[in-house]
Structures are given as structure tokens and as C-alpha cells.
């Protein structure tokens, strides 16, 4: 039989033990970014995938695949993305391979004197586009792109800008 005294030894030390530990870490959805599609020179869409992973990397729910391993992953799977946005379940199968959570995918379309720009943050499990957004800015200027991305991004990721 236990005494009192030892159940109150045990019970302060558990309760002590409880305090100290640290709180459970949420963990860090896992997001790949691809490169991005579209008849747009190569300045506009590196400062579409670089701010996108800006974002990404601020966030606090996720982190990034390494850039290496997910073009080691295209050539894999002999993929072409010049100039074709994926669907989800070419999403799905990148994603898988990569370890990710979510692939984010986005595309530049040049018309008429104006680019759209469209992202998605595409669910590998299920290949539901859990985040989405698109702008048309005028013209194909780095920075206008760059400044539109923010805002998909801060919507899309909810991370301020």
C-alpha cells in the first residue's frame, strides 16, 4: 500500500513534469512549389515562384520542398511544364513523390497587353485545390507581378504582407 506521503510525491512531480514540457508543435504542412507555366520570359515567372515561396517560407503551417528535388522529381517523371498548367492529379502524383502536403502550381498567360496570373495550393491527398486566387495586371512588368503575387499569396497563405 501506498502512503499518502508517496501519492503526493508522485502527484507533484507529475504535475511539474506537466508545466515543463513544451506544448505540442503543430506540425508544418509540406508545400512543392512548381515552376511556373505560361508564355512569359523567365524574369517574370523567377519572380512568381520566388515570391510564392517567400510566402511560403514565412508562414508558420508550412514549409518547402527543396527546389533540387522537385526539378530531380520533373525530369523523373519526364514531365514538360513549358507551357502547361497541371491538373490535380498530375498534382497529386509530384506531390507524392516529393513527400509534400500540397503542390502549389501557377501559371502566366500573356494577352492583349495584359498577364493573368493564377495560383493554386493543391491538396496531394485528395487533389482538391485547397487555395486559389488569380489577378490581371496590365502589361507583363516584373514588379506589377511581383506586387500582385504578394497579394494572392498573403490571401491564399494568410500571412500578412
Same mark, same amino acid.
Given at each position: 500500500?501506498?502512503?499518502?506521503?508517496?501519492?503526493?510525491?508522485?502527484?507533484?512531480?507529475?504535475? !511539474?513534469?506537466?508545466?515543463?514540457?513544451?506544448?505540442?508543435?503543430?506540425?508544418?504542412?509540406?508545400?512543392?512549389?512548381?515552376?511556373?507555366?505560361?508564355?512569359?520570359?523567365?524574369?517574370?515567372?523567377?519572380?512568381?515562384?520566388?515570391?510564392?515561396?517567400?510566402?511560403?517560407?514565412?508562414?508558420?503551417?508550412?514549409?518547402? !520542398?527543396?527546389?533540387?528535388?522537385?526539378?530531380? !522529381?520533373?525530369?523523373?517523371?519526364?514531365?514538360?511544364? *513549358?507551357?502547361?498548367?497541371?491538373?490535380?492529379?498530375?498534382?497529386?502524383?509530384?506531390?507524392?513523390?516529393?513527400?509534400?502536403?500540397?503542390?502549389?502550381?501557377?501559371?502566366?498567360?500573356?494577352? *492583349?497587353?495584359?498577364?493573368?496570373?493564377?495560383? %493554386?495550393?493543391?491538396?496531394?491527398?485528395?487533389? !482538391?485545390?485547397?487555395?486559389?486566387?488569380?489577378?490581371?495586371?496590365?502589361?507583363?512588368? &516584373?514588379?506589377?507581378? &511581383?506586387? %500582385?503575387?504578394?497579394?494572392?499569396?498573403?490571401?491564399?497563405?494568410?500571412?500578412?504582407?
Amino acid at each position: 500500500m501506498i502512503s499518502v506521503y508517496a501519492a503526493a510525491k508522485v502527484v507533484l512531480i507529475a504535475s !511539474v513534469c506537466n508545466v515543463h514540457s513544451p506544448a505540442p508543435q503543430k506540425k508544418q504542412m509540406v508545400v512543392a512549389i512548381l515552376e511556373p507555366s505560361g508564355d512569359v520570359g523567365r524574369m517574370n515567372k523567377a519572380t512568381l515562384r520566388g515570391t510564392i515561396e517567400q510566402f511560403v517560407t514565412n508562414s508558420k503551417d508550412y514549409r518547402v !520542398v527543396d527546389r533540387a528535388r522537385a526539378d530531380q !522529381v520533373f525530369g523523373e517523371l519526364n514531365l514538360q511544364r *513549358e507551357n502547361m498548367m497541371i491538373d490535380p492529379t498530375t498534382a497529386k502524383a509530384i506531390g507524392r513523390h516529393l513527400g509534400a502536403d500540397f503542390v502549389c502550381t501557377s501559371e502566366l498567360i500573356k494577352e *492583349e497587353g495584359y498577364t493573368n496570373i493564377s495560383i %493554386s495550393l493543391i491538396n496531394v491527398e485528395t487533389g !482538391v485545390v485547397s487555395a486559389s486566387g488569380s489577378r490581371l495586371v496590365e502589361g507583363d512588368n &516584373a514588379k506589377a507581378i &511581383a506586387n %500582385s503575387t504578394i497579394d494572392i499569396a498573403s490571401a491564399m497563405l494568410r500571412v500578412k504582407k
